[in-house]
């Protein structure tokens, strides 16, 4: 019943408010009887960067630790002007976009965002994961890794692995090993392990029960289908972070 004047320059942000009101009145539950519903809501992780293009435009939001680290890393990606250095114990040369891409790999990891490189066939995808990876290990901050890819390159993963970055610990998956895999995780020592498509459906509920840190799909066009039943096993992983790779 009262009427505001709002200066011009703010017109924009409040538009972009509006529209991420509107979002999440999208995403509200219908028929939710519990007396909370109508004033939390549960936001989707990359909705982070709605919130800070909300706060880039003035409005502020309160936080816990994880919201404050979040907000000072991306206020940081401004000023900087160096990448993080690759691991000595990386054997080969990256050239600069496979560095840059490791870097962004790294920024998506500390955002908390899932990852998507689609660099094209021969460009060094794999090399870029396992630069990144290496340097989690080298930070003591690798945990438990799951790396699944077709069939035809579970010894190409391996090779690779041997080649570029001896140091990460490595393991192969196989329907027969569930109990010995089983009790290596359970010790949580940090992990690579690698599996198939067809391996991840057969044993889904085994590699569903366990918080990977890192997620990772190779030649991730064999999840394009999303009623397949890949494509569910897949899902029902639980990672800290995701990454698919794919030409």
């Known amino acids: 019943g009262k009427f505001y004047l709002v200066p011009r320059k703010e017109i924009p942000s409040l538009r972009r408010l509006e529209f991420f009101w509107k979002k999440l009145q999208g995403h509200k539950k219908e028929g939710h009887k519990k007396a909370w519903s109508d004033k939390y809501y549960q936001l989707p992780k990359h909705q982070a960067l709605e919130l800070l293009a909300l706060r880039a435009s003035g409005y502020v939001f309160q936080g816990d630790d994880e919201w404050k680290k979040i907000c000072a890393f991306y206020d940081g990606l401004g000023g900087r002007t160096d990448l993080v250095a690759v691991p000595k114990t990386v054997k080969a040369d990256l050239k600069n976009y496979q560095h840059e891409g490791m870097q962004w790999l790294l920024d998506l990891y500390t955002l908390r965002l899932g990852a998507l490189l689609a660099d094209d066939m021969g460009l060094g995808k794999t090399l870029q994961a396992l630069a990144f990876l290496d340097h989690l290990r080298v930070q003591e901050q690798l945990g438990q890794v799951l790396v699944v890819v077709p069939s035809s ?95």
């Open 153 to 247: 390159l579970v010894y190409n993963w391996e090779a690779e692995i041997q080649k570029f970055t001896p140091d990460l610990p490595l393991d192969i998956f196989a329907s027969r090993d569930q109990d010995r895999v089983g009790k290596k995780l359970e010790t949580k020592q940090p992990l690579i392990l690698v599996t198939t498509y067809g391996l991840l459906m057969e044993n889904s509920e085994f590699f569903a029960q366990y918080n990977w840190n890192v997620l990772i799909f190779d030649e991730a066009q064999n999840l394009k289908n999303i009623a397949a039943k890949r494509t569910s096993a897949a899902r029902m992983l639980n990672a800290r972070f995701k990454i698919c790779l794919t030409g």
